[in-house]
């Protein structure tokens, strides 16, 4: 009879880090808290839900501040974590990395609440749902940047992803389940895609941990390494798609313009940050010896998806229904192709710590923005529409509304006062010069250069006459509490990190492994 003992039966049995996965687990308790209580509480008081929810990712956010200042906290390791000399052999490790997208990831969750709080009660959507499927999204997002196994990053993906659809068709006016079609089949796709490469690269590597998988495809024997290869490139097609990368973008303007505004703020942001902390943590660690593949896809790429998301943008017309919302779509587009060189730069660069940086910096300044430009669009939406032409003249109507948009725009073009945008770009250039990318440094220069168009058009026309009747029907409104402290929130970032940048680009100087 086979015996089943093992020699240290202690060496199967690991105690688990709460500290580390604290701010995931805070992000899924308090979507099992709003599912629960959704089911008891009487309708009059639902609205609490809403409260309920923000307060969780405030406190996940929280949960941040033991993780900083210290060594990276690692747990879920294939050995013994008292005889672990490093983190190799763990799927969840809480490093300088995963804080800044968690960072990124929880705070823009938290802005796209405060932002739904008025749209769930305005379009009566249902809110224990949408709470539900917002953080159970947010726990995905979380969780990616701290997954260092291919199975767990898939897990957190698909957490990520999964809830979103459902939030895309919560819109009942007939296009939030047309958005929500295109943008499941979208993701679908791209994930068995995905799914295949796993299984190339398994079958190459014989591992999926990040660092074994490294180990793995560098030993790999010479008649594997086309299947090596190719598995690397077809894994990074599930995150290029959550990142928006071209061609893996039409699902996002009609995907935008049919979900609730705040649920496209969401995914312009926290869905993006999930897909390139993804694509960092893929290329970086686990096909870092195939960086000379991977590194020259990510900067066509990023060629690419820049100069499309730009030319969409100047395609777009600006007197059509939901014009603005498009225009921050293909916007979106374009800046995921300046968020991809410098993990484009990490390919050729000798240690890519300084690269992934300048990824992480731009990153951070443009959930900001981004979020709060979308804020400004659902507020103008109440009183007036979501078409560009029905900003014209907004600074007779509001003017601080028109001040903080027109400061958004400006720090998306990267100009001043919109310093911390400039700088931004600064950084992202130099990764790829320093790189010895000159040629991508050319195509974001010229792009950046084109996308001055459309943004400072949409700025003149928050400064143009206004019609006096428009002025008297909307001046009397007042905005909700919730989207007044949405607008003050990013409009204070903005303006604080344009006063001392440093704040963000430090994150740029040093490594986060």
Request: proline share 5%.
């Amino acid at each position: 009879m086979t015996s089943l003992a093992v020699a240290n039966p202690g060496s199967l049995i690991q105690s688990v880090d709460w500290v580390a996965i604290a701010p995931p687990l805070i992000a899924a308790v308090a979507a099992l808290a709003v599912l629960v209580t959704d089911l008891f509480l009487p309708e009059r008081h639902k609205r609490r839900l809403g409260q309920l929810a923000a307060a969780g990712l405030a406190l996940a956010l929280l949960a941040l501040l033991p993780l900083t200042g210290g060594s990276p906290r690692a747990t879920f390791c294939l050995r013994n974590v008292a005889g672990a000399t490093d983190s190799a052999g763990c799927s969840y490790v809480a490093d300088h990395f995963a804080l800044v997208f968690q960072l990124l990831a929880l705070g823009g969750a938290l802005i796209a609440a405060l932002l739904s709080m008025h749209t769930v009660e305005d379009q009566k959507l249902p809110r224990g749902e949408y709470w539900f499927l917002l953080l159970s999204s947010a726990t995905g997002a979380a969780l990616l940047p701290a997954s260092r196994d291919l199975a767990t990053m898939v897990i957190a993906l698909e957490v990520a992803s999964l809830p979103a659809f459902a939030l895309v068709a919560l819109r009942r006016d007939g296009r939030g389940a047309e958005a929500a079609l295109k943008f499941f089949v979208s993701s679908v796709t791209a994930t068995a895609v995905m799914l295949l490469g796993i299984g190339f690269v398994y079958a190459a590597g014989g591992s999926l941990h990040l660092g074994a998988v490294a180990q793995g495809l560098e030993h790999a024997p010479g008649q594997l390494r086309t299947l090596a290869e190719a598995g690397a490139v077809l894994t990074l097609v599930g995150f290029a798609f959550k990142v928006a990368a071209v061609p893996f973008h039409f699902w996002v303007p009609d995907t935008y313009t049919g979900a609730p505004l705040p649920v496209a703020g969401y995914l312009s942001v926290v869905g993006k940050a999930a897909g390139l902390s993804g694509l960092a943590l893929a290329t970086t660690v686990a096909f870092r010896p195939y960086a000379h593949t991977w590194g020259l896809v990510l900067a066509v790429l990023a060629a690419v998806t820049m100069t499309v998301g730009n030319v969409g943008a100047l395609r777009q017309r600006f007197d059509t229904r939901y014009s603005a919302v498009r225009l921050l779509a293909w916007s979106s587009v374009g800046q995921a192709g300046y968020l991809l060189v410098p993990l484009a730069a990490a390919g050729y660069a000798p240690t890519g710590a300084d690269p992934l940086g300048a990824t992480a910096a731009y990153a951070l300044i443009y959930g900001v923005v981004n979020l709060g430009a979308f804020g400004v669009v659902a507020a103008v939406g109440r009183r007036a529409g979501t078409s560009v032409d029905d900003f014209r003249g907004l600074f007779a109507r509001n003017r601080w509304t028109a001040l903080a948009l027109a400061f958004f725009l400006l720090c998306l073009a990267g100009l001043p006062p919109g310093v911390i945008g400039l700088f931004g770009k600064v950084v992202v250039f130099r990764a790829a010069v320093d790189a010895g990318l000159g040629w991508l440094a050319v195509v974001m220069a010229v792009n950046v250069v084109v996308a001055l168009y459309y943004y400072l058009l949409w700025t003149a026309r928050l400064f143009a006459p206004a019609d006096p009747a428009s002025v008297a029907d909307t001046a009397e409104r007042r905005l909700p509490v919730s989207l007044t402290a949405t607008l003050g929130l990013t409009a204070s970032a903005a303006v604080v990190l344009s006063v001392a940048p440093q704040l963000v680009l430090q994150v740029a100087g040093g490594s986060l492994f």
